[in-house]
Structures are given as structure tokens and as C-alpha cells.
């Protein structure tokens, strides 16, 4: 079964507005991952925070980690157009080698 | 120069058929991946390779044959392909299995 499940499945926002995903998963990791897919193009990766970090920043992007809950949040703040994509979070299974995405959020921001 | 390259970028077949997707990366990592995403954006590992040897291999039927000839390289051949083979392929590479991964622009094959 998938390891890694997101919400909302679709977020829609207006531009300056913050966006808030969440990600659920279900066995002990080492790290866990957020991408993001532009329509038609490949993933990039946006931040990684292990296992024994709690929250982690890396320009308009805050990531927080549960591992008591197995969840993860990622937060946009001051969103942009072109912040518009789907975003995935990612973990890790079988002590590496094995990255399980989760379904995914599909962001729109509207200008 | 691009990190991660696959050929080809589309890719539009009859069923039955078999077909190449090859991918190389220029990053010198240790570890390449096949992914599989569908018509719903569902990724799925297919494969991972470290230093030329597979590792994972989830349940993909063996119709699906990966190759890695050198770490920098890893090509998937698919044998006798089926309506249901339809989709992106994303190759990606990492320096290890647990760091961050750099995805290619992906292959979308068709069978028709």
C-alpha cells in the first residue's frame, strides 16, 4: 500500500496567500522528501529533513516533521503564480533505495 | 549541461511491440532509478540500481528489463507491450538510496 498519502489532493489560493499541505505515512523512516512537478516536466526537489529534525527552512518553504504521528506538513508562504504545480512528499522504505511518493497535492495559485 | 537526460521524450507504439527508453546522468551518482507515473500522477518506483547492481525491483513484470552498463548510464527495455504500459517514465539519480533525487524530463509512451 502507498506509504506516503497527502491532503488536500487540490489546493486552489489566491497569489500572496500562504499554502499549507499535509502528508501521512505509515512506517519508521530516515528521512522524508517534498518535490515539486511542473505540468509535463520532471521533479525537482525542494527540501529533505530527517528523522531526528522537527522543522526545517529553506526560503519561503517550512517543512515540519511528526514522527510520533507520521506526518509532515509543507507550508508556502506568500505564494506565487509560479509556485503552481503538484507537490509530493517522499520517504524512504526498505533502509533506502526505495523512495514511496505519496499521490500528491495539486496546487493552483491564481494571479 | 543536463543533470539527468532520457531519450526518448515521447514515444507512440502499437502493442505488441518492444521498446528502448534510455537515460544517462552526468551527476556521478551511485544510485539511478526507473519510476513509473499514470494518467492520475501516481509515481511508483519501478527499479533502483547502486553502482550497477539492481537493488529494488518491485514486482515489475518481467517484461521490463533495466540495464546498467556503467553507473552513469541505466536503460529500460520493455518487451511486448500492453494498453496498460501507458505513461510517463521518469529516470532519476541520487548520490545514495536515501538522498535527494534528480529527476529526468520523462518519456511518455502510448500503446495503441
Known amino acids: 500500500s502507498q506509504q506516503g498519502e497527502e491532503d488536500p489532493q487540490a489546493l486552489s489560493i489566491q497569489e500572496g496567500e500562504n499554502a499549507t499541505m499535509n502528508c501521512s505515512y505509515k512506517?519508521?523512516?530516515?528521512?522524508l522528501q517534498w518535490y515539486r512537478q511542473n505540468s509535463g516536466r520532471g521533479l525537482v526537489h525542494l527540501i529533505l529533513?530527517?528523522?531526528?529534525?522537527r522543522e526545517k527552512h529553506s526560503g519561503r518553504l517550512r517543512v515540519t516533521l511528526d514522527t510520533s504521528k507520521k506526518s509532515s506538513s509543507l507550508l508556502i508562504t506568500a505564494s506565487r503564480a509560479a509556485d503552481t504545480a503538484s507537490y509530493f512528499c517522499?520517504?524512504?522504505?526498505?533502509?533506502?533505495?526505495?523512495?514511496?511518493f505519496g499521490a500528491g497535492t495539486r496546487l493552483f495559485v491564481k494571479a | 549541461d543536463t543533470a539527468v537526460s532520457q531519450t526518448p521524450k515521447y514515444l507512440v507504439t502499437q502493442m505488441g511491440n518492444d521498446k528502448s527508453i534510455k537515460c544517462e546522468q552526468n551527476?556521478?551518482?551511485?544510485?539511478m532509478y526507473w519510476y513509473k507515473q499514470d494518467s492520475k500522477k501516481f509515481l511508483k518506483i519501478m527499479f533502483s540500481?547502486?553502482?550497477?547492481?539492481?537493488?529494488i525491483n518491485e514486482t515489475v513484470p518481467n517484461r521490463f528489463s533495466p540495464k546498467s552498463p556503467d553507473k552513469a548510464h541505466l536503460n529500460l527495455h520493455i518487451n511486448s507491450l500492453e494498453l496498460g504500459d501507458s505513461a510517463v517514465y521518469f529516470c532519476?539519480?541520487?548520490?545514495?538510496?536515501?538522498?535527494?533525487?534528480?529527476f529526468g524530463p520523462g518519456t511518455r509512451l502510448t500503446v495503441t
Open positions: 532519476a539519480s541520487s548520490q545514495t538510496g536515501l538522498g535527494e533525487q534528480y
Open positions: 512506517t519508521s523512516i530516515n528521512n
Open positions: 540500481y547502486n553502482n550497477k547492481e539492481l537493488i
Open positions: 517522499a520517504t524512504d522504505a526498505n533502509g533506502g533505495f526505495k523512495t514511496i
Open positions: 529533513i530527517r528523522s531526528n529534525e
Open positions: 551527476l556521478g551518482h551511485d544510485t
